[in-house]
């Protein structure tokens, strides 16, 4: 029973690369969503996807995209890294409605140099 | 925007001792939930509060919701070395939009 598994645990880019985190529950949830955590801070919202098919932004949107492939999966894309994008990456599923609660997936700690 | 104020930001405790979190919306709340993050975890969800005036109890942790639907209370009696970590909440307005809280990092000291 893994629930919501990331893909890598760790890495490591060089300002300007590309990178896709991967996310991909076992519950048959209908809504993801990836969030940032910087230390010392809460979780911010970077995207979601309340079904299949749909995607939108959240607080913190920018230099990044979103693939919702289907209903598993919810990946995250960095198309060039900045050392502002390094963060701890948490991906989050929760079942249909919005008062659900969020099962994470250990998270993806992400360093940009 | 929708902001969220949580205090303390740190609390150290003996163990024994009681603790207490607050959340603080600047707008009215469809409902919050409160998480439970160890030292290099993951959030863990505790409870989701709904109804204007609820209190929800588990065990050791009580969860207020206010009557305004606007903050939130975690109280937790008589603390364990167990109870260390950080504590979220997390609110909507009606969406799945959640912003969290900057989170109360709690340390009991045996």
């Known amino acids: 029973n893994a629930g919501v598994t990331q893909t890598p645990k760790f890495q490591v880019l060089k300002t300007g690369q590309s990178m896709t985190l991967q996310c991909a529950q076992d519950?048959?949830?209908?809504?993801m969503y990836w969030y940032r955590q910087d230390p010392g801070m809460g979780l911010r919202l970077i995207y979601y996807?309340?079904?299949?098919?749909?995607?939108d932004k959240g607080e913190v949107p920018n230099g990044y995209n979103v693939s919702r492939l289907n209903k598993r999966e919810f990946s995250l894309r960095l198309e060039s890294a900045a050392p502002s994008q390094t963060s701890v990456y948490f991906c989050?599923?929760?079942?249909?409605?919005?008062?659900?609660?969020?099962?994470f997936g250990d998270g993806t700690r992400l360093s940009i140099l | 925007g929708q902001q969220v104020m949580q205090i303390p930001q740190y609390q150290h405790v003996q163990e024994g001792e009681d603790f207490t979190t607050y959340c603080n919306s600047s707008?009215?709340?469809?409902?919050i939930q409160w998480y439970k993050q160890r030292p290099g975890g993951h959030p863990v969800f505790l409870i989701q509060?709904?109804?204007?005036?609820e209190v929800k109890k588990q065990k050791r942790l009580t969860f207020q919701f206010g009557e305004a639907k606007k903050n939130s209370s975690l109280h937790i009696t008589a603390t364990q070395t167990t109870d260390v970590g950080t504590y979220f909440c997390?609110?909507?307005?009606?969406?799945?939009?959640?912003?969290f809280g900057t989170g109360t990092r709690l340390k009991v000291l045996a």
């Open positions: 707008t009215t709340l469809s409902n």
């Open positions: 509060l709904v109804k204007s005036g």
């Open positions: 997390a609110v909507s307005s009606g969406t799945y939009k959640y912003i």
């Open positions: 989050a599923s929760s079942g249909a409605g919005i008062n659900q609660p969020q099962h």
């Open positions: 519950m048959n949830h209908n809504s």
């Open positions: 996807s309340a079904s299949e098919g749909t995607t």
